[in-house]
């Protein structure tokens, strides 16, 4: 059995091979001036949800979320997730909830949060995503929806999508 910190380091070399095929790459010195610049972002997050070895069991449908956050130093960082389903369904998390519920995400204001999917139009966070980012993440914060060829952004504040129960994006079309 490999010690812990062995295991982080051959993760982290895994993790800068992955970001070398990859035409945007997001760092702690490059995200201030990448976060007003959605195509960007959706394309890294487009980019990091391909590398993702499988899909779900469950619904066979990727999402992946990037948080932006900044802690209280001011300093921007990003936080990553994937939906997760196990065999038992109810046991699944959602992509979102998975960014959030990450420690590193603990103590930080989430400033802009960024979805990709398994589909050809944007999608929005499910009811229970929208709940637990409402409970975290204040109204006017933007979030950026792109499906997987990443040419219809969507960008709409949390607050907008919270109140509404189904959301229609045929108006970005």
């Known amino acids: 059995m490999l010690p812990c910190a062995q295991v982080i380091k051959d993760i982290n070399s895994y ?4 970001e070398k095929n990859m035409s945007v790459t997001v760092t702690s010195e490059n995200l201030s001036s990448l976060i007003s610049d ?11 949800k391909q590398q993702l ?27 990553e997730g994937t939906n997760t389903e196990p065999d038992y369904i109810g046991g699944s998390i ?12 603990r103590g930080k204001t989430v400033r802009k949060v960024i979805i990709t ?29 792109a499906g997987t060829t990443g040419e219809n952004i969507v960008s709409v504040p949390l607050g ?14």
């Open 117 to 145: 999917a398994d589909a050809a139009q944007p999608i929005t966070p499910g009811p229970l995503c929208r709940e637990f980012l409402t409970a975290q993440v204040a109204p006017d914060v933007q979030i950026v929806m």
């Open 53 to 79: 070895s499988a899909s779900p069991s469950q619904s066979f449908f990727r999402v992946y979320a990037l948080l932006i956050v900044e802690d209280e130093k001011k300093e921007l960082s990003i936080i």
């Open 94 to 105: 959602c992509a979102e909830r998975a960014a959030l519920s990450n420690p590193l995400a």
């Open 38 to 48: 959605d195509v960007a972002l959706i394309t890294y997050c487009n980019e990091r």
């Open 160 to 173: 907008y999508i919270s109140l509404t129960i189904y959301f229609d994006l045929s108006f970005a079309t």
């Open 15 to 18: 993790l800068k091979k992955l």
